[in-house]
């Protein structure tokens, strides 16, 4: 298994319905939380005052990784900035 | 109590309807006078000639900082920039 | 308690005499043992090939956070960028 | 009087002699703590975890705070952003 | 009085209706007449083949200053660089 | 088995004695070498005119990936970007 | 003939209809396709978490480059950095 | 006679109408043309795989540099760097 | 005559000899004053805080230009933007 | 044969012995006045004010090219940006 280091920054447009923003900000949660069932997702964290977010992520192999990402509902608002690991604790 | 350092930018769409823009500022502008009655704002500077702002906050801890921050009117047109800070005077 | 994220770049000088470059390294690893013994570091992870770490840091505020980075041996040779965190997992 | 932020990140040559770095530090610290006598400095932070510090400096005009901050022993080695101040409070 | 350069670079959306972009720029060369024959605007250069201008003003402070960019029509649409002046010739 | 893709720019600095950057250039290029003949280096580019080269290289692992970069007797010199890869063709 | 290494960025905007996004890729990915039967498209590859992807193009010259690169139905969401490269393996 | 290198980088909206970007592309290359024919544009070069162009312009002023360049009719779409050239051959 | 606005920022290294500093300042500070007697120089302004100043020049053509800059002393030293002036006021 | 636009900033150290600096560009420039001769070197212009030049230089490949810039005895101290360009005129 392969773990990777994901400095992820969600640009939502400040325009965007809110009610629409919600329910991606929703699917998008239970979508990370399926990820930590499965033990995909090692870590997570987010930042305090800025739409950031830190996650560590385990897969096979990296087609794994870029569906983990890719299958997020917010995938088409983030910029993902990928860093392959080499084990840590 | 934590103090952290916000360097903020307001990028508010240049083609906004100007009461809309007028609203957000004004609730923006009480929210800030709120923050400021609770002690949790502790320094406010605006630069001259810029849409650019310093704020100095302080919280108990950093998820009551991202509240006072993302409980904003403004949130989703503000670029922050937060740096924890070491107690200064 | 507050948890940070630290992204670490070390800058040794290249041409930097090579037992004094292993000197440093050893005993900057040594001292983040320490800090694992301690629980202050709870996470750390090196990039794969690149001179590139995450670490995330506890400590009781954001001084006691200043010590354990400007203490470790390297430290002259770090660029460091700190992220305050809200509770993660 | 005019109010200015001022971003200031220290870059002392990594291989600096330790003796000349800490009598760099404390003449510094030292003049700092004049101008905090002066009223010209009105507030200092320094961030947690980096070689980097905010000032809130406050003087006549423009030319009374280039020699607030050229007149820092450490001047040579600071990179220093300045923000002209509206009046916060 | 204290003196400020002003780096202003104008991004008015490419797709604006021709009309409206001409009322937008005629406001605001008036606008900078007035700054002008108040004494205000000391300089102003336009760069050849970019969108940029340089403006050299002067005011009693910098809450003065602030409302003389943020009274000009195409303000919403400039990107402003403010550096404080010492006093040239 | 793992692909990636480095982006490499070698920083040399411009008074190496030139019999020293010749050493250096010799060992790295047998290093590479080695490295194609384990298969461990599946493709290798060098930019026409600049410092700059690409290599494919592909290990079971990211500590392995980190080890045939950090081997090569320039690694102190080598500004490094890495990019998992998806298996492409 | 010359080789290139491109970098290309795709950025689709995140609100397009989805049925009109997966038809500009279906089409770009059958364009590509047809490049690799040419042989003009020697090697693709696609970052692992990101919208980023390396292609190794050949052709006769660069009026020939720009055409390969200029017809594909993504080329206006695409942000490309073309290295032309001295012979790999 | 002055000569003025420049650097452009067209930015079409991605989702303008094909039918008004073949128009403005065959006005703005009827434009270029003209100034060929004139001899106020001396060399045109644009680089393979990019939206990206250099030209060198001659004109007796910055003022004539800036209307052939603000008379193009996709000026509104252009980044432009100018880079004043001392006489080369 | 045409008009240039210079963007000057010094880099003098920070370990520097006092006194050859102090030679070299003195040095360039004559140029500028010459350059003024000649009217080449129309303005300078020195920013409040930073190693940063700003120059209009005037000059017959380009070749003129250079030769204002790189006769300066402190030439070596200084990280210049040239900008071509439409004529201001 | 092919084109390539060359953006070439030399950054030599500052510090730098004159004689040897003077040298330098001596056998620099005859190199190029030797390019010229060979009609590899089509044009050269110098900007007016800063340490920055473009060439356009004709090779038949792009391993041709890479000995051309290579050989410089600048090539150390240059940072070299690579265009390969469509035919222009």
Redesign the interface.
């Known amino acids: 298994m ?6 992820i920054r969600a640009e ?5 319905d809110p009610e629409v923003r919600a329910d991606f900000l929703e699917r998008d949660r239970l979508h990370l939380a399926g990820l ?1 069932d499965t033990g995909a997702l090692l ?8 739409q ?1 977010e ?1 996650l ?1 992520l385990e897969s096979a ?3 794994g ?2 569906e ?3 299958e997020r509902p917010l995938f ?2 983030l910029r ?10």
């Open positions: 392969a773990q990777f280091h994901c400095r939502l447009p400040a325009g965007m930590r870590h997570e964290w987010r930042a305090a005052g800025e950031l830190f560590v192999g990296h087609e990784l870029h983990l990402l890719a088409p608002f993902v900035e990928v860093t392959a690991l080499r084990p840590g604790f």
